[in-house]
C-alpha cells in the first residue's frame, strides 16, 4: 500500500511525534510506502501535488521536535465556496490518482476533519488523528498539543507569582483556547491561579473583586487571575483584535480585566499574553506518547482498511469513531465537569 499523511490547522508540539509513528509502523511492520503532504490538505489540490516521500531516516529524530516536518495551513476551508470546492475536490481526486495513494492520514481538529470528510465523501479512504492545544475537538478527551500548552502555559504562571507578590500586583494572563477553557481552567489550577475566567461561566467582575479583596483582607496582597481569551463578561460578547496582517483573532480580555480590576479597587495591575509560546517548542512526554498512539492506532485501522473514522483517547483508552458519527465537532467544559469542581472546592474564583 501507499499511504499518505497531512497536518491541517494551526500547529502544535507532538506533530513530529505522529509523523514519526506513522511512518515507522507502516513501514516496518506493513511495508507501505509513506508521503507526506505539505502545508495540510492544500498540498493535494495543487498543480503539481505539493508532496515528499518518508523514509525511515527522514523521521529519525524527531520525536521531540516542535511545530511540524509538513507545514500546515489554518487559512480555512477551500470547499465552503460553491466554484472553487468542487474544483478543489477533483483536483485532489486526480492527484490522488496519479500518486496512486490508498489512504490518507488527515491530523488535525475540528476544521481540519470537516476538510478531509468532504474528501471522504468523494472517494477518499481517510483516518483522522486529533490534535489541537484547545483540546475542543468533541470526539476525543485528549488531542494532540493540549498537555504541552497546559504544561507552558502553567510554568509561565508560576513564574509570575513571586513578581506579583514583590510588587502587591494583580497579574492577568491570557491564555489560548478559542471558545473554550480547558487550557486556562487545567493551567491554572495547576499553577495556582486565584482566578480563572473561562469562555463556559461570563464572569460578574463583582465576584472577582470580592476574591482579590478577601486576599488582601488575609494579607495576600497580589492576586495571579488567568483569563482564557474567549472569556467574555456576563452579558457582553468576547472581545477580538486584529493582528499585524489584517486578521481578526480572539484577544483582548486580559486588558479589560486588568483596567477594571484598577479601576474598581485601585490595585495596581500587569498583563502577560502567552500566546503562541504555548504552541511553540518540544512536546512534553505524554504528548509524545499520545501521538505515537495515535499514529499507529491510524496505520493499524487503514491495515484493516476500516476508514472514515477518527481516533481517539476515551476513558484511558485509544479507540476510534466513525466521522458520520460526529454531531458537534468542538466542545467545551460541561458546567459538571469535575475540574471545574475541583478549582471552585478549593477556592479559586470562576468568575461568579
Ligand atoms: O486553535 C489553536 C489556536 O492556537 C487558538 O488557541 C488560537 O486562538 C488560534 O489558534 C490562533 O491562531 P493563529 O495561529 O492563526 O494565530
Keep these: 500500500m501507499k499511504i499518505a499523511i497531512c497536518t491541517g490547522g494551526g500547529d502544535c508540539p507532538g506533530l513530529n511525534a505522529v509523523i514519526r509513528a ?182 460578574n467582575y463583582d465576584a472577582i473583586v470580592k476574591a482579590t479583596e478577601e486576599r488582601r483582607m488575609r494579607g495576600r496582597n497580589f492576586s495571579i487571575i488567568v483569563v482564557a481569551e474567549g472569556a467574555y463578561e456576563n452579558g457582553k460578547a468576547p472581545m477580538f483584535r486584529s493582528s499585524a496582517t489584517g486578521t481578526v483573532h480572539l484577544g483582548g480580555i486580559a486588558d479589560e480585566v486588568a483596567r477594571t480590576l484598577h479601576t474598581r479597587i485601585g490595585m495596581d495591575t500587569r498583563v502577560t499574553v502567552l500566546g503562541h509560546t504555548q504552541r511553540g517548542g518540544s512536546p512534553v512526554m505524554m504528548d509524545r506518547i499520545l501521538a505515537t498512539a495515535f499514529g499507529v492506532h491510524a496505520v493499524d485501522l487503514i491495515a484493516k482498511k476500516q476508514y472514515g473514522h477518527v481516533v481517539t483517547w476515551k476513558g484511558g483508552r485509544v479507540s476510534q469513531m466513525p466521522y458520520n458519527e460526529i454531531v458537534e465537532g468542538t466542545r467545551a467544559i460541561a458546567p459538571t465537569d469535575q475540574f471545574i469542581h475541583a478549582a471552585e472546592s478549593i477556592g479559586i474564583c470562576l468568575g461568579r
Design 22 to 203: 506513522v511512518t515507522r509502523h507502516a513501514k516496518l511492520n506493513f511495508n507501505m510506502d509513506v508521503v507526506g503532504i505539505l502545508e495540510s490538505i492544500n498540498g493535494l489540490m495543487c498543480d503539481p501535488p505539493r508532496i515528499r516521500h518518508l523514509s525511515l531516516n527522514d523521521v529519525a529524530g524527531i520525536i521531540d521536535r516542535g511545530g511540524t516536518m509538513l507545514g500546515t495551513s489554518n487559512k480555512g476551508s477551500p470547499f465552503k465556496d460553491p466554484t472553487e470546492g468542487p474544483k478543489a475536490i477533483a483536483n485532489a481526486l486526480k492527484n490522488w490518482k496519479s500518486l496512486g495513494l490508498d489512504a490518507l492520514i488527515v491530523v488535525g481538529g475540528d476544521g481540519t476533519q470537516r476538510m478531509a470528510l468532504n474528501l471522504h465523501h468523494a472517494g477518499m479512504p481517510i483516518v483522522g488523528i486529533p490534535k489541537t492545544i484547545d483540546n475542543d475537538y468533541s470526539p476525543t478527551d485528549l488531542s494532540i498539543g493540549f498537555l504541552t500548552s497546559v504544561e507552558v502555559a502553567a510554568n509561565a504562571i508560576s513564574r509570575l507569582h513571586s513578581t506579583a507578590e514583590s510588587h502587591s500586583r494583580a497579574m492577568v494572563i491570557e491564555v489560548m483556547g478559542r471558545d473554550a477553557g480547558y487550557i486556562a481552567l487545567h493551567a491554572g489550577i495547576a499553577a495556582a491561579a486565584n482566578v480563572i475566567l473561562l469562555p463556559e461561566i461570563p464572569f
